[in-house]
């Protein structure tokens, strides 16, 4: 099964990115594969509503492991199958806390063996701080990764926030050459185009 992998800083909005495209796609309950940096896996199942009070947070680092999903496209009579994948946040530097650490090194693992790569960034902090604010070394090293493969879009998210407008256009000039979606993770704003990328390429 292919693995789209959901990528970015810390609170740039991809566990609820990930919990509101399964609902968009139309998954009432979902059911997460939890993955430890460590090797231990277990599963738990939510309601979207339950997915976004205990998953979601605006505390940076809550997600410490990958947290998998399995959904479906339809492809004429058939399917497409494939797990999106959320990650820890990533951060310029060294964290102070050895299981954030792991559980950025396994993001980028995860990155590595990825088909697909969504790359999240802030477009709104991109608008009111600047990009070089709002985008790190890290997120310019997944995106010069990523240019030697397919499947790869930047996802600009928190378009429904002040300053956003801006930010995206930064985004766009500072990562030419890469496609660029406006999206907005709380609305699902921008999905039909997510969802259209996701399906050529899986």
């Not at 993001?107 to 604010?133: E, F």
């Amino acid at each position: 099964m292919k693995r789209c992998v959901v990528i970015g800083k810390a609170n740039v909005g991809k566990t609820l990115f990930v919990i509101q495209f399964a609902a968009y796609l139309g998954v009432r309950q979902l059911e997460f594969t939890f993955e430890e940096p460590g090797g231990g896996r277990r599963t738990a199942v939510y309601t979207v509503e339950e997915a976004r009070r205990v998953l979601s947070s605006e505390e940076p680092h809550q997600t410490r492991c990958l947290q998998s999903v399995r959904l479906e496209l339809p492809a004429g009579k058939g399917v497409k199958r494939f797990e999106l994948v959320d990650t820890s946040g990533l951060m310029d530097g060294i964290h102070g806390d050895a299981k954030v650490r792991k559980a950025m090194a396994q993001s980028l693992a995860a990155v590595r063996d990825a088909h697909l790569i969504l790359h999240l960034v802030d477009a709104s902090r991109a608008g009111t701080h600047g990009v070089l604010r709002a985008v790190g070394d890290v997120d310019y090293q997944v995106a010069q990764f990523a240019q030697i493969r397919d499947g790869y879009v930047i996802l600009a998210n928190k378009m429904d926030l002040p300053g956003a407008q801006e930010g995206l256009e930064r985004i766009r000039r500072e990562f030419s050459g890469h496609a660029v979606i406006p999206v907005s993770a709380l609305h699902s704003q921008g999905f039909k185009e997510v969802k259209r990328f996701v399906w050529r390429w899986i």
